[in-house]
């Protein structure tokens, strides 16, 4: 059955080794989920008890389902939908399971629209911060604070002006969508693989660097307390849809990535370690960037619940009275991009390989045709800040009653498809799929095959869906 399955392979570009799919594979994962969703959500959460809860979503549940969704890619070896109906076809089960290929692309793309409006911010911020960092320079001065001599009004006034300007998010959106669809358009080794291989350490070394500045210069001990001492009153159920939700964002499950990014793969079944890797480097960098922005939050005695605009409005102020804060500031700025590109180009390459897999269409068309729709409902993302502000898309829904445009969409892919697409990924593996193929092309044997199996047939799909319901419809529990 693999065998068959990989002789199709020849002709389909491919990671160069295993560790360039590791590499891709935790740069599509690593990304604003972990530097500014994560850190964001904590924050507004109260932080230890999201954490932890978090924590054990990511390895109870999203590990298991990233070893899934990597076998179906790995055993398909094609996009997404199509490497479903292969797997569903070898195991004897309908082919209609692909539907989920189908609601992760959807999903994919729906988060690409308003991702690249978000990276957009950064890029903004990059430039606010270079340009300083260069008077900076000019001025004889390259370790002095960020932003010298500007208010905390002009600095925190800043992001409501950009909010306020349709045109320069739009320049900001058009310029890092560009730089993904380019990438994107290179194809897997010389686009991607090179993105990931240059990319990647650089944000490692960026993000150890920034987070041992935070310990001398903030308040470490504070922010360790904040984000691993739980208070479980903080923890409704609306909460734990919220932990859920960010567990699956932050692996890029549910939006059928890992299927896509699997099926790259040609050889070689190492696919439990593989997961354990990507998980682990995942949650790390979250925890890593939470130990980098709240010391230097609560050192200005910044409040940790600012919600999204904590990194963008809050910390450039909080650089500001910092030594060395213009030349960190705009080093962190650069970080949070770099994040940003590599996990923004596997959303477009999910996609991009449906068009390409299931409409026959070539690379380029494809990541056209979806990097610019994707564009496009950006558009009315950023206009929700501004001329289409009162705009509430499901308002209806008292879940999404104040949210705006592009809030609603991050909501909804994330509380409801998300949460869907993994549903579907743990009962299609987990009760269809046929054991020896899994066991065959993962590797997976014994007593790990035997927890893993567990996980993903049983604690998976009762978990999620009960979060799911409860986080979606609250009154369930009369909350
Ligand atoms: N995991 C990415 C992040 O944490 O920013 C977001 C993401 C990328 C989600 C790719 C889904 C995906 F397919």
Known sequence: MVAAASGSSATRDGWSSRSAFILAAIGAAVGLGNVWRFPTLAGESGGGAFVIFYIGCVFLLGLPLVLSEIFIGRAGQTDAVGSIK??????????????????????????LSFYSVVAGWVLYYVGVMGWDLLQAIGAGDPLRGALAGESKDVIEGRMGDLFASPSLLLVMHFAFMGLTLFIVARGIGSGIEKAATWLMPAFFVLLVGITIYGAFVGDMGQAVRFLFTPDWSKLPPAVMNSALGQALFSLSLGVAGLITYGSYIHEGSKLGSTSAA??????????????MIFPIVYAVGLDPAAGPTLVFQTLPFAFQTMPGGALIGFLFFVLILVAAITSSI?????????????????????ALIFGGGAFVIGIACLLGYNVWSDVRPLGFWSLFENTDIL??????????????????TSLFIGWKADSRMVQEVTGLTGGMFVVWRFLIAWLCPIAVTIILITGLFPSILGS
């Open 407 to 424: 809030d609603t969409v991050d909501g909804f892919t994330g509380k409801v498809m998300l949460p869907i697409g993994a549903l579907l």
């Open 86 to 111: 292969k797997v569903a076809q070898d195991s004897g089960a309908s082919e209609r399971w692909s539907i989920f290929g189908g609601i992760g692309a959807l999903a994919a793309w729906l988060i």
């Open 278 to 291: 990507i998980a682990v480097a995942d949650t790390s960098v979250a925890l890593i960037a939470g130990l």
């Open 346 to 366: 596997s959303l477009l390459e999910v996609p991009t390989a449906y068009g390409i897999g299931e409409r026959g269409w070539s690379r380029h068309k494809s």
